[in-house]
């Protein structure tokens, strides 16, 4: 990231005219931004149309609250499991880009990234152990439990 | 790559190394790993007991238990955090540069952001505490929702406490010159440890405050 070019030590600086500042670092910060604007719009929607009327942007607050009522809450914001998904979703692609990104494991070896991930595999087996299953499989489990 | 250079560039423990990685960062891997490992266990424990309440102890909405304070200050508490992970990229990449002035600017923005974060936090507590959740939970509330909650998110707040301490003894050392722009990898740990504190609140966010009860077209 900041030392890609290990030649030049000031490639990559500068940022909408903020020399001190390191481009990619800032993109990455306008994502996490930005995704987590819509983690609480997703399960919250009213919560901007009183921003924007608190801010004094009635306009604003407007078209929203018209967008919310017409387009959002009756095709999207209805369904749990697109909640649900969309928020999950979006918590691990800012997980991602924190790791990837912020702890540098665009440049790490293979074997640093694998580490890294098996706390998801250890959380994959936690969520199938946890899960609250309705259905057996048709699999009699019960004549493996002991006496 | 600022973490391969890290390791490459750390001069007096370059010996102290094994797979091409300095010791100590592998080290801090590790230590990262478990505590994921016991964040991950907790979440999935709260989880189970959110799905599994019981009908006539429902969960609440956490957009409702959370009252005046709402999710609006938890999000922007999650951006404070945001910004802090982004002064401490920038506390490494200034020291790759060898611009320790400015590095030692951005760790302290980046304590401050910790501080902001803890005290927000604190607010949080003070309020859901004396007018929310206390010893006496209100009736009908589901009594493992406020254990979770103040499980979950004062194990998090633990870690930030141990964050803005561990970078304040690093800012201490650059002051005192003995951390360098040559000891890039000291600075690099501990972006690790802080950077972490930030992706798990990710989660913790996520699953303790903004997936609902009800969907909002409900």
């Known amino acids: 990231m900041a030392s890609q070019d290990a030649e030049n030590q000031e490639s990559g600086w500068g940022w909408l005219g903020i020399g001190n500042l390191y481009r990619q670092y800032m993109w990455v910060w306008v994502w996490l931004f930005v995704l987590t604007i819509v983690e609480v719009y997703v399960p919250e929607p009213h919560v901007f149309v009183d921003l924007f009327q608190t801010l004094g942007l009635g306009f604003v607050a407007g078209w929203l609250e018209y967008f919310n009522e017409t387009i959002y809450i009756p095709y999207l914001g209805q369904h749990m499991a697109f909640i649900v998904v969309s928020l999950v979703l979006m918590a691990l692609a800012k997980t991602w880009l924190v790791a990837w990104y912020y702890m540098h494991l665009i440049s790490e070896k293979p074997a640093i990234i694998l580490i890294a991930c098996a706390p998801f595999v250890f959380s994959l087996f936690l969520t199938i152990g946890l899960w609250p299953w309705t259905t057996t499989f048709g699999i009699p489990w019960d004549l493996f439990v002991p006496d | ?218």
């Open chain 2, 1 to 218: 790559m600022a973490a391969k250079e890290a390791s490459i560039m750390e001069g007096p423990g370059a010996g102290e190394e094994n797979l091409g990685v300095t010791n100590g960062k592998i080290g801090m891997w590790t230590f990262l790993v478990m505590d994921a490992m016991t964040f991950a266990g907790i979440l999935a424990g709260y989880a189970r007991i959110r799905w599994g309440s019981p009908a006539d102890a429902p969960w609440p909405d956490p957009l409702d238990a959370f009252g005046v304070v709402g999710i609006q200050l938890t999000a922007f508490n999650t951006f404070v955090l945001i910004c802090s992970s982004v002064f401490m990229v920038h506390v490494l990449a200034e020291q790759m540069r060898g611009n320790m002035e400015a590095a030692q600017k951005w760790l302290m923005a980046t304590i401050f952001g910790g501080m902001i974060f803890l005290g927000i936090q604190a607010f949080e507590w003070t309020h859901l505490i004396i007018d929310k959740f206390g010893l006496v939970v209100l009736a009908g509330c589901n009594e493992n929702f406020p254990a979770t909650f103040y499980l979950l998110t004062g194990f998090h707040g633990l870690h930030v406490a141990v964050g803005v301490i561990y970078n304040t003894f690093l800012l201490v050392m650059m002051r005192r010159g003995k951390v360098t722009e040559e000891h890039t990898s000291t600075t690099e740990i501990a972006g690790l440890y802080w950077h972490f504190v930030d992706l798990v609140w990710i989660l913790v966010f996520t699953f303790v405050y903004l997936i609902p009860v009800h969907p909002p077209g409900s």
